[in-house]
């Protein structure tokens, strides 16, 4: 690696979570590639110690938590995240204090997740360069900044208008404003208070997202325009580096199950880290996974509601059940036919990167973008809405599995996940954007 006099020292600020912290945690791996050094800032229930083994020479330190991870239960995330931004600004500012003294002042930029916007005071204070990760699509980016500019009490009043809401967001396309990501996390106005906050703190010199131009194109021109600042498609980050450990523990065990089953007939299942389902809605799932004669795979993570016996017994005779899966093992196994999603950003990368067709169960705002890409953009899945039913997770699984336009779907899936695979590789586009990122922040180095 060449030897250069510049900074080279970067701190990472992942937001908890493990879709979150696997991204930056193989941010810093391609930066440790480049020759810069990484320290990651932890808090105490977003812990990456675990994986330090995976990712020798980082330094991981811990700041003291200004909230109790209760808090996230009792605030819910909106509120949570809010505050959390608020609480958090003097110990970060005293932990960059510490590691400039420690490093010599050798730090050349600090690199956050976009909700750990607290980072942006002490940037300001050391006069550091600051770039936001984006951990989410462009697409989901592109909405927020759309949203922090909207006029509260106009878009709720729109909100009650059918025909307003059906309207496509202004060179958003295929987006329509019902499709805008402000449900389900919390009190719209809260929502989009977040939104401004994200937005109105940001000072950063750069904005990194976790996505490729190939399957984001539109919404990363508009971005471009947008905000001002370059933008650095560098993904799917999972294969450009090692995931870091798991923060669960995963069975392995289900790879041996599947390495029985037949090429491409098993459906697997999974949720992600933060959702749970409702009893009745498991059960429906359950009882149409069974009706449709695919062997499954399913994450039912601990902590999730118990399911009735009777259910419990007849999908442990048809279906192979795990608390935590290797996922991208299991998404890249041969006897994988389908995914069952809740589309978060990290699962539909996975999915995309493997050729694996999905069913589209999502939970929340930016899940729902996700399933609209998947459904109508790249045409390579079918997404579940409404009441989930026995009947309709049946002929799910069949159409995505079995019938005729499964098949197409299936192809549509293989031709993208070459593309997202030469995105990577030496001239990709993500290779190249990693390459400008590098020479950008020595750049910004230089000049600060
Ligand atoms: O049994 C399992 C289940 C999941 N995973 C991994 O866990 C991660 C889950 O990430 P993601 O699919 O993005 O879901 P969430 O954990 O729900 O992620 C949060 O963060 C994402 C990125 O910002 C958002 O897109 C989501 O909506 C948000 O819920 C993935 O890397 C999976 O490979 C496993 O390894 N084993």
């Not at 330094?59 to 909106?78: A, C, D, H, N």
């Not at 959702?275 to 695919?294: H, I, P, R, W, Y």
Request: net charge negative.
């Amino acid at each position: 690696m060449e030897k250069m006099n510049t900074k080279r020292r970067i701190v990472l600020v992942p937001a908890p979570g493990q879709g979150h912290v696997t991204p930056m945690m193989q941010l810093g791996k391609l930066l440790d590639l480049k020759g810069f050094s990484i320290t990651v800032v932890q808090g105490h229930f977003n812990q990456v110690s675990s994986s330090s083994q995976k990712f020798p020479g980082f330094q991981i330190v811990t700041i003291p938590e200004s909230l109790q991870e209760s808090e996230f239960e009792r605030l819910g995330p909106i509120e949570f995240l809010l505050k959390l931004n608020k609480t958090s600004k003097a110990s970060f500012k005293d932990c960059i204090g510490h590691l400039m003294v420690q490093h010599g002042n050798d730090i050349a930029c600090i690199i956050y997740d976009e909700f750990m916007y607290f980072s942006e005071a002490a940037a300001k204070e050391f006069k550091l360069p600051s770039v936001v990760i984006n951990t989410s699509s462009a697409t989901n980016q592109a909405c927020r900044t759309f949203l922090s500019k909207v006029n509260a009490e106009k878009f709720l009043a729109n909100m009650e208008d059918p025909q307003a809401q059906d309207k496509v967001v202004e060179n958003l396309h295929p987006l329509r404003y019902k499709e805008l990501p402000v449900s389900d996390m919390g009190p719209v106005e809260r929502v989009l208070d977040l939104c401004k906050d994200v937005v109105k703190e940001r000072r950063a010199f750069a904005v990194i997202i976790n996505t490729v131009s190939c399957l984001e194109n539109s919404s990363l021109a508009w971005l471009d325009q947008e905000l001002g600042i370059p933008v650095y498609p560098l993904g799917p980050l999972h294969i450009t580096a090692p995931p870091p450990s798991s923060l669960r523990e995963e069975d392995m065990s289900c790879i041996e199950w599947l390495n029985k089953q037949k090429p491409r007939s098993v459906i697997y299942i999974s949720l992600g880290s933060v959702l749970s389902m409702k009893t009745k809605e498991v059960s429906e799932m359950a009882l149409g996974l069974c009706d449709s004669n695919q062997p499954f795979l399913w994450v039912i993570r601990q902590g999730s509601e118990p399911l009735p016996e009777e259910v419990s017994k007849m999908v442990s005779e048809k279906g192979y059940i795990v608390k935590w899966a290797p996922q991208m093992e299991v998404l890249a196994h041969p006897a994988v036919g389908g995914f069952w999603s809740h589309c978060g950003w990290n699962s539909t990368l996975e999915s995309v990167t493997e050729g694996v067709p999905m069913i589209c169960r999502p939970f929340h705002g930016e899940q729902k973008l996700n399933a609209i890409y998947i459904e109508s953009v790249w045409k390579i899945g079918i997404q579940i809405e409404g009441e989930v039913e026995r009947g309709v997770v049946e002929r799910a699984v069949k159409r995505l599995l079995v019938d005729e336009e499964s098949a197409s779907m299936r192809e549509r899936a293989l031709v993208l996940k070459e593309k997202v695979k030469a995105s990577v590789r030496n001239g990709g586009s993500s290779y190249n954007a990693l390459d400008e990122f590098v020479k950008y922040l020595e750049k910004v180095e230089l000049s600060s």
